[in-house]
């Protein structure tokens, strides 16, 4: 009996250690399937919203009423004219809206004044080396445009994400209000426009018909986390019946 003691407390300390990363795993594997279902449902929305007809952009009284999770990628149309002299270059090195931008490149951004106001448009993609508006001078349209889009909410920047430099011109994040306000434009709707339609004249900024491709790994992930704990039951199990019966043995 004096044997036997030692042995089974010297399986208590693994013991607790594998019920901690088992908790860990299936928690890490739970999350993932929490994520799953969310994902699924932001493409299902953001599907849904960019496929309807087109509204009209909303009014300026209506702007402090609007958000994100309600309103961000609907469709609208509105007449505008382009503000050129303003436009601003955001580095980009791709779209999961876009499948036809191929970064690297810039998303340019312009303000566009419209009857009820001013709204940042993101017209599309240019690459690097057609970024001065000077090669692309077909694209700076000087009368109004029907610009049919999505709205889309200001991104603000990362912790990682380079400082703006709009002595160059030249913006890491989507952020249309800071860009308004670095531009001297304002006050601008809280949200910017992705435009859609109708395409520049000579191709650039190019846009095109947006598809929702965000990245899906979540089941993935899941089922990865699921097997390393189920793994880790096995090893264990495996190991312990080892011990106990090594502690018995020694016992006879």
């Given at each position: 009996m004096t044997?036997?003691?030692p042995a089974?407390?010297?399986l208590v300390g693994p013991s607790i250690a594998a019920a901690c990363a088992f908790a860990l795993l299936v928690g890490l594997g739970t999350w993932q399937v929490k994520r799953l279902a969310w994902k699924e449902a932001l493409i299902a929305t953001v599907s849904a919203r960019i496929s309807a007809p087109p509204a009209a952009l909303p009014p300026a009284a209506a702007w402090a009423k609007l958000d994100a999770e309600s309103h961000e990628y609907q469709r609208v149309a509105?007449?505008?004219r382009f503000l050129n002299d303003r436009e601003a270059l955001v580095f980009t090195t791709g779209s999961s809206l876009r499948s036809d931008d191929t970064g690297p490149g810039y998303w340019v951004f312009t303000?566009?004044?419209f009857p009820g106001g001013i709204v940042m448009v993101n017209r599309g993609f240019v690459p690097e080396s057609r970024?001065?508006?000077?090669?692309?001078a077909q694209g700076e349209i000087a009368g109004p445009v029907e610009i049919v889009g999505v709205l889309r909410w200001p991104e603000r920047p990362g912790m990682f994400t380079p400082g703006a430099q709009p002595a160059k011109n030249l913006w890491f994040s989507r952020d249309s209000t800071?860009?308004?306000a670095a531009k001297g434009v304002g006050p601008v709707a809280p949200f910017y426009v992705e435009q859609e339609a109708p395409p520049a004249p000579g191709g650039l900024p190019q846009v095109g018909s947006l598809k929702p491709a965000f990245p899906n790994n979540h089941l993935g992930y899941a089922i990865t986390w699921y097997g390393l704990a189920a793994g880790l039951v096995g090893v264990f199990g495996f190991w312990f019946?080892?011990?106990w019966r090594a502690g018995r043995d020694a016992r006879i």
């Open positions: 044997a036997d003691r089974r407390r010297g509105f007449t505008g303000p566009a004044r970024k001065d508006p000077a090669t692309r800071a860009i308004a019946a080892g011990r």
